[in-house]
């Protein structure tokens, strides 16, 4: 029996509730990336690096990006062995805890840490998202849901800058943070509430509240907060000031209040691994990951961050991989293989034998990786177009032009959704690279002045409404490719292969595009040669120097368009038997009566 003749209950209400909370826990995170570029040079301040210690800040973004895409494989997995449901909740949990530590961070350490916590919480959230959708729906009913997911989290990115700037126009960086740490326990505590049905989880039986696990949590966390922020009423107070006074040496986390924290902690996993009904489960999250290669994880997510860190500490003005890009490349492959070999070995692999091997499965994730280039192409170069052209002293208003470019995203994830249901994915992935292809393709011939039309739009808009009409069929291809024991880890991987396209699309296209500029300016004499000397060539001088940095760009904006092209290209062949289409033959397989 094939995928698309499987039976599906007909949706509910209270699953497409539960698909819709999902979605939006996707999209809020999808949001929080851009709440944290904002809010970067508070940040930074808290700390105690000044603006000129940029490079030093790069963990903070870093971070998030570690944590979201190095342990990407083994969350699919667990959503596979465990159920959609419980990480879903997990990864709400995590997220909120990533955001309280970020809140009360009092130096770099601190906030990496919040930072890295709250990639692993947002990097959770997307596959069991993508394989409830599979789940709730058959191969030829997934497009719509499918792209609904997608606009919602693309939306995410379009209201991110105006939700940080409100945020930060009433209250501090923090408050972002207090924020998504009420939000993330809000929507976990409604999920809790959804009692599933279909394929993904059984309905639940009532649970009784582990108030004394509540209350050790609560107790943990206040207790967390209190050593981390050091209030300072409490702190200078001649009672309450000796709590933090550490016992040994000078470290907070030696003071009497955090070895209160650690023991309460430790009683909250003691009555965790005792109690009938935890408030923590642990016990079977152990039995979950008896059933996890968690060593073949470890391989694979030391694989993938050796990857990221090679790109995106990288600076592109010197080379493409950052001066530690060679070790770190080595240090992945090493891993690399060593995962492959473990895979095949062990009786529970992380990726099982023939998981992704179906045409369209392995076909989307190279399809992702290139609509990743195309798409950080944008995220990147569409400001710094607006900075050296128009915008020269506002850093929002550049950013708003981007926003022209985030607004076609949900509006083409939605129609790709509602074409796949009508049209082979192939073609509608097809179409989506084709309007994004002209849309780039358009911006590497604007001219200095660009900005300053009213048309300059148009490329913008048809660049982000391609791409998003990709997003739809490319997931519903992977997902009719391959079986449902294994929706959630091919989620994760394609997830992985666009993350990973966008780092190297990146540094590939902006060194390219450095060797232009550079080529363009090789025969230009010093500045100093030129304008030291009072010559009245100085404005022209400049001017050159200002076509050169449009030439890198169009060279970028090109790279992008022919990143379009390729994707567009492996689609039409890879998608050719990919089944997204809807067929309304029966009740059962229009999945709603």
């Avoid at 209040?257 to 009904?277: I, N, P, Y």
């Avoid at 609509?371 to 550049?398: C, E, K, N, W």
Wanted: charged share 10%; hydrophobic share 55%; net charge positive.
């Amino acid at each position: 029996m094939t995928q698309s003749d499987q039976p599906h209950q007909a949706v509910d209400r209270r699953s497409r509730l539960l698909l819709g909370l999902a979605a939006g826990a996707v999209g809020f995170a999808a949001a929080d990336n851009y709440v944290v570029v904002l809010a970067l040079p508070d940040m930074m301040g808290a700390a105690g690096l000044s603006a000129e210690d940029l490079q030093k800040a790069a963990p903070i973004i870093s971070g998030f990006l570690l944590g979201y895409i190095a342990i990407l494989p083994i969350i699919g997995r667990i959503a596979d062995i465990r159920g959609r449901l419980p990480v879903l909740v997990g990864a709400l949990i995590i997220f909120a805890l990533g955001s309280l530590v970020t809140a009360a961070a009092y130096d770099l350490t601190s906030v990496v840490v919040g930072r890295v916590l709250q990639g692993v919480g947002a990097g959770g959230l997307l596959p069991p998202t993508l394989a409830l959708v599979a789940d709730l729906y058959p191969p030829r009913r997934r497009g719509v849901p499918l792209g609904v997911v997608g606009a919602v989290q693309e939306f995410g990115n379009v209201v991110g800058p105006v939700y940080g700037a409100v945020v930060l126009a009433f209250g501090s960086w923090r408050t972002i943070f207090w924020i998504n740490l009420a939000v993330g326990l809000v929507l976990a505590a409604v999920i809790v509430q959804q009692r599933a049905v279909g394929t993904y989880a059984q309905p639940a039986a009532r649970r009784r509240v582990d108030w004394p696990g509540l209350a050790l949590a609560a107790a943990a966390l206040g207790c967390l907060v209190l050593v981390m922020r050091q209030p300072e009423r409490l702190l200078s107070g001649v009672t309450t000031g000796l709590a933090f006074l550490p016992v040994a040496g000078t470290n907070r986390w030696l003071s009497p209040l955090a070895l209160g924290c650690f023991a309460l902690v430790l009683l909250l996993v003691v009555r965790s691994l005792t109690a009938r009904q935890p408030l923590l489960d642990l016990r079977s999250w152990r039995h979950t990951l008896l059933q996890v290669d968690v060593l073949g994880a470890l391989l694979l997510a030391v694989s993938l961050a050796g990857v990221i860190l090679a790109f995106s500490t990288a600076d592109p003005e010197v080379q493409v991989i950052s001066p530690a890009g060679p070790w770190l490349l080595a240090l992945s492959a090493v891993a690399a293989v060593l995962f492959w070999l473990r895979n095949r070995r062990v009786a529970n692999p992380l990726v099982p034998a023939g998981a992704v091997s179906a045409t369209p499965a392995w076909g989307a994730l190279v399809v992702s990786f290139f609509v990743g280039a195309a798409v950080i192409a944008a995220l990147v170069d569409i400001p710094i177009f607006a900075r050296i052209t128009v915008y020269h002293d506002s850093q929002l208003m550049a950013a708003l032009v981007l926003v022209r470019f985030l607004v076609g995203l949900p509006i083409g994830a939605f129609l790709g959704g509602w074409m796949s249901h009508r049209m082979n994915a192939g073609v509608v992935t097809a179409l989506g690279m084709v309007v994004s292809a002209v849309g780039f393709g358009w911006m590497s011939q604007w001219p200095f002045e660009a900005l300053e039309s009213p048309l300059s739009t148009v490329p913008l808009v048809a660049a982000g409404l391609g791409i998003g009409l990709a997003m739809a069929p490319v997931n519903a291809a992977l997902l009719s490719a391959t079986e449902s024991a294994v929706h959630g880890l091919s989620s994760a991987l394609l997830i992985v292969a666009r993350t990973v396209g966008k780092l190297v699309g990146i540094s590939v296209l902006t060194a390219i595009g450095l060797e232009r500029y550079f080529a363009q300016q090789a025969n230009l004499p010093e500045p100093m040669e030129v304008c030291g000397a009072g010559d009245s060539r100085c404005a022209e001088f400049s001017r050159i120097l200002q076509d050169a940095g449009l030439v890198q760009l169009h060279t970028i904006f090109l790279g992008a368009a022919a990143s379009c092209v390729i994707a567009g290209l492996i689609a039409l062949v890879v998608f050719r038997h990919a089944d997204t289409r809807e067929v309304r033959t029966s009740v059962l397989e229009s999945g709603i009566g």
